[in-house]
C-alpha cells in the first residue's frame, strides 16, 4: 500500500497485518506488535481541568487488555502520553493499528469533554506524536519519563501522588 492509500479515510482505520509507513507533517511507522510511546496535544490552547483530566485517564484504560496493553499513561493540563502495545483483533487475528487506537481514544474523549462543558469543535490536534520502541532500554526510558512528567512539570514531588498517571508497578496502578 502507497502512503496515499495510507491517508484515504476508509484504510487508515483498518486491522494491521505487516508494517505500514505513512506521512502527514510526522512520519508514522507501524509494525505488528510493537510497543509505542505516543504523545497527543490539546488543540487551540486549551487546557485540560480536573472533569476534562479525568475523561483523558479513563478513557486511556478502559480499552486496555482488550484492544491494547497499557503499560504507562499520564493526563497533563496540555497533553498526555502513554505506553501502549496493541493488542491482536479476534475476528481478524491483525493487530489493532496505532492510527485505530489513536482515533477511538481522542475522539471519545473529546466528545465527552465536549459534552462535559457543552462546548463543540476540537479537542486535540489532529496529528499524534508516534514512537516505536526498539528495546528494553528505551522501554525504561519512555516509561521513566511518564512516571516522571508530573514531578518534573512542579505538580507533586513523587509520582504516585498524581492521580492521573498509570505505570504498571505503581500504586495507582489498574484494579
Known amino acids: 500500500m502507497t502512503n ?12 494491521l497485518s505487516q508494517p505500514e509507513a505513512r506521512r502527514r507533517n510526522l512520519p508514522h511507522i507501524e509494525e505488528p506488535g510493537s510497543v509505542y510511546f505516543v504523545t497527543f496535544t490539546i488543540a487551540n490552547n486549551r487546557t485540560l481541568d480536573t472533569p476534562a483530566k479525568n475523561v483523558v485517564f479513563d478513557t ?5 487488555g482488550t484492544k491494547y496493553t497499557l503499560y ?20 481478524t487475528g491483525s ?4 492510527s485505530q487506537i489513536m482515533h477511538s481514544i481522542k475522539s471519545y474523549s473529546a466528545n465527552e469533554i465536549n459534552k462535559l462543558f457543552g462546548q463543540k469543535g476540537s479537542v486535540w490536534l489532529a496529528e499524534t506524536y508516534d514512537r516505536i520502541i526498539r528495546d528494553d532500554s528505551e ?3 519512555k516509561l521513566g519519563y511518564v512516571v516522571n512528567n508530573p514531578v ?5 514531588e513523587n ?7 498509570f505505570c504498571v508497578g505503581i500504586s495507582n496502578s489498574l484494579p
Not at 496515499?4 to 486491522?15: A, C, F, H, I, Y
Not at 486511556?60 to 486496555?64: E, K
Not at 509520582?159 to 498517571?165: A, G, K, Q, T
Open 72 to 91: 504507562a499513561c499520564v493526563v497533563m493540563a496540555t497533553h498526555a502520553h502513554a505506553v501502549i502495545q496493541p493488542l491482536r483483533e479476534q475476528t
Open 152 to 156: 518534573k512539570a512542579g505538580l507533586v
Open 95 to 98: 493487530f489493532y493499528s496505532l
Open 60 to 64: 486511556l484504560r478502559f480499552h486496555s
Open 159 to 165: 509520582p504516585e501522588d498524581y492521580c492521573w498517571l
Open 4 to 15: 496515499s492509500e495510507n491517508l484515504k479515510p476508509g484504510n487508515r482505520l483498518r486491522p
Open 139 to 141: 522501554l525504561k526510558e
